[in-house]
């Protein structure tokens, strides 16, 4: 067979099975969910970026050294290792499904890394500004037992009143002193001397959540040297809407 | 062949690739149209990037038409219907070997003698030695190589597409493209020294 004759048989190939073009439907719907699984990547990538920003911001950098002695452990005890992993993670996967699109090939791996890093980033904080960070990662902490004491061990670690470290919700606020109900649901007393050093600008309300550095005096009662907010920024529009819990 | 089929060859040259993709989705008689126009190439081709027999390629090259058909919908308006079906012709010779699991190596048999003078130009081949010696160097040379560096000097230089249909063809960005002819001339060149001594 020489190949003049190959569009020959091609062509009665084609005839002989009833060979025709696939629909364009088809393409169009492979084509689309590419996209669609790419910009989705994205999607998650910049929910990780929100929780992310969310906890970086309140990894209590200002008290780490009643926390812990050096700054290298409190950063290897405190970072939040998964979700930055989970966030390179989704980075990586848009970057692979957007080189998959019809004319991904035409743009180098570090274009590509730079657009869905910053398309992932922009919407990250936009989702961090409307709260989006703060909401999932409390109602992951509410919801599974793991990620509380491991992931976000925050809480765990602001429970400690014999090592001086307590934290929880303002219940009522009087000269010098206020009731403090933990997050395990325990009533303290706590009272505010002359030394106490108090975040700047924040004034101590009912329903605040705080932490509290100082000293445990007896079973209710901590004596508080520094008191902070919980979360450097109040709950914002997204998570007051959604997440907050109806009053008991 | 039909009647028809005849009637249309002549008319046919007067249409460019894309017309005939059109005229083939409405009417597949049109398509022998397009094959005509590249079988002659593609096979060339296929024997340029493989070592594949003639018979291999032809089986293989009456696969990748019966694969251009049935994806035709696919084609995409933004690239050159050549670089489309160059596109699907790689690809096809690249998935056969991984079948095989074999390395493709090239198979470069006979040119005319302005493409082996232009190649030798182009890379710089001595202009001292024969043409005879010229075009024995070259395949040479080019079986040894990588072949990532083989297929876009096959391409450029032989093929002769540019830099936006490499580009296009073996889908990789166009700066990629240009830094890999760019290390290929200088590969070919270091092999083309070794190899002109071993002549």
Redesign the interface.
């Known amino acids: ?1 020489t ?2 004759n ?6 009665n ?3 002989e099975r009833g ?6 439907w ?2 169009l719907l492979k084509n689309s969910l590419l996209w669609v699984v790419a910009i989705g990547t994205i999607f998650l990538g910049a929910i990780s970026f929100a929780i992310l920003v969310f906890l970086f911001q309140n990894n209590d950098w200002d008290f780490y050294q009643y926390i812990h002695q050096h700054l290298i452990s409190f950063l290897v005890f405190s970072l939040p290792f998964l979700w930055m992993g989970l966030f390179l993670m989704f980075i990586f996967l848009a970057q692979y499904q957007m080189k998959r699109t ?2 991904g ?4 791996l570090k ?1 590509l890394f730079g657009i869905v890093l910053f398309f992932t980033m922009f919407l990250g904080i936009i989702f961090y500004q409307i709260g989006f960070g703060q909401a999932i990662d409390e109602k992951l902490a509410s919801s599974f037992t793991l990620y509380k004491e491991i992931l976000s061990n925050r809480e765990m670690r602001w429970s400690q009143p014999l090592e001086g470290l307590l934290s929880g919700t303002v219940l009522s606020v009087q000269t010098n002193r206020f009731e403090l109900k933990d997050f395990q649901g325990k009533t303290w007393t706590i009272t505010i001397t002359p030394q106490t050093h108090i975040f700047p600008f924040f004034h101590i309300e009912t329903t605040d959540r705080l932490r509290l550095i100082g000293k445990q005096i007896n079973v209710n009662t901590f004596e508080a040297q520094r008191i902070g907010p919980w979360i450097l920024r109040k709950p914002q529009l997204f998570k007051k809407f959604l997440f907050e819990k109806k009053s008991e | ?1 039909p009647l028809f089929y005849s009637s249309l060859k002549e008319s046919d040259k007067n249409f460019t690739d894309e017309e005939l993709v059109k005229k083939t ?1 409405e009417n ?1 008689e049109f ?2 149209s397009l ?2 126009r590249y ?2 190439k593609l ?1 060339h081709y296929i024997l340029k990037i493989s070592s594949f027999s ?2 291999e ?2 089986d293989l ?2 696969e990748i ?2 694969k251009v ?6 084609f ?1 308006v ?1 690239l050159k219907f050549s670089s489309w079906i160059y596109r699907i012709t790689h690809n096809e010779v690249i998935s056969q070997y991984r079948k095989r699991k074999r390395r493709p190596e090239g198979n470069i048999k006979e040119l005319e003698d302005f493409v082996w003078d232009n190649l030798a130009s182009s890379l710089d081949i001595s202009k001292e030695i024969s043409r005879q010696e010229q075009q024995k160097t070259i395949r040479r040379v080019l079986r040894r190589m990588d072949k990532k560096y083989r297929e876009v000097l096959v391409l450029k230089f032989l093929e002769e597409k540019d830099y936006k249909e490499i ?1 296009d063809i073996l ?6 493209v240009a830094t890999l002819l760019n290390r290929a001339k200088k590969e070919f060149k270091k092999l083309s020294q070794q190899a002109f001594f071993e002549l």
Do not use: C
């Open positions: 067979m190949h003049q190959i569009s020959e048989r091609v062509f190939t084609i005839k060979i025709t073009p696939k629909p364009k088809q393409f019809k004319h090939y035409r743009y180098s274009y | 062949m989705l597949q398509f022998v094959m005509k079988e002659q096979f003639k018979e390629a032809e090259l009456q038409f019966l058909y049935q994806n035709l919908n696919d995409d933004s580009s889908q990789k960005p166009l700066g990629t």
